[in-house]
C-alpha cells in the first residue's frame, strides 16, 4: 500500500481528459458493443481485490468507512447533489482505502479524505460547486482550510492515477431497464426506485464483491419484477462481459436485505450498519425532481479541479 510520507502533488495543470458514457445520456448509439467496452474498463475503477477481505477481517477498520458514508450522505443531501456523484465520492474513497495507509492514530484523516472525495466527485460532476470549506456541514468534529482540503484532493488524484470519470451502477441501470422492458425507454419513476436501491447497495460492504454492471443488471431485475431465469437471460442477452451468476448472486442479496429491511422495521429491531437496505428504497416514487437529479449527468462537466498550489506537499 502507498506511504503517505511517499506523496509528491501532481501536476496542477493536470486534466481528467477520460470519456465515459452515462447512462442518462440522449444518445440512440448505447448499444450492446458500447456496454461492452464499459463493462470491460469499469474493472480499471474497482478497488483493490482484497480490499473487501480486509474489510471482513478486520485488517482495515470499516468504522473508518461507516463513519465517511454518514458525512458523505449528510453533505450530499444538503446540496442536493445528484446519485452519481454520491457513487463517485464512495468509488473514489473505497479505491483510496483499498490502496492507502491512513496514519494511525490521526482520527480526523478519515474525514479529510471524506470531505475530499465528495469535493471532487462534485467537480466532476455537478453544475454548482460549493467551496471546499463550505461543503464541510453537519458540525463535523475537525473543520479544514481550503488549502488543506485541496492538498489531499491531490493526494486522492495522485493515488488514484488521475483516473475519476469512474463506471457507477448508474451508468448501466437505463440499458438493463431497457432490456427488460423490450427496449422501451423507463419510467421516470422506476429509473427513480433503480436509483435509490443503488445508492442503499453501497451503505455496506457486502455489495463491493460485485462489478458496477452486475449491481445495475441485478437492480433493474429487482424493481421490474423480473426475476425469473428466462427474463434474466433476456436481460444480459448482447451483454458478453456480464456473467448471469454473478448477476443471480448479487439479486438473491438485494431480496434477502430487502426482506430483512421489511421485518426489521416492521418489529422495529435497529438495523446492521453492515448492509441492511433502507426501507425506503422500496417504495414506488415518483418525485420528479430525484429523477432530474439523477440525470444530470447528460450534462457532465469537463472542468478543471480547483487550482492547486504548485508547492509540494506531504499528508501528514
Known sequence: MADYKSFECAAPELLCNEETKSAFDDDDDFSDPSIDLMIEKEQEYLPKNDYLRKLRSGELDMSLRKDAFEWISKAHAEYNFGAICFCLAMNYLDRFLSVYDLPRGKTWAIQLVAVACLSIAAKMEEIEVPSTVDLQVGKPKFVFEGRTIR???????????WKMLAYTPCNFIDYFLKKINDDKLPSGPLITRSIELVMNTIKGIDFLEFRPSEIAAAVAMYVSGEIQAMNIDKALSGSTGVVKERVVKCLELIQDLTTTSVTSA?????QSPNGVLEVACLSYKSDENTVGSCSNSSHTKRRKLDQANSESGEFK
Open 266 to 270: 416492521a418489529s422495529n429491531v435497529p
Open 151 to 161: 492538498r489531499m484532493e491531490l493526494l486522492i488524484l495522485s493515488i488514484l492515477k
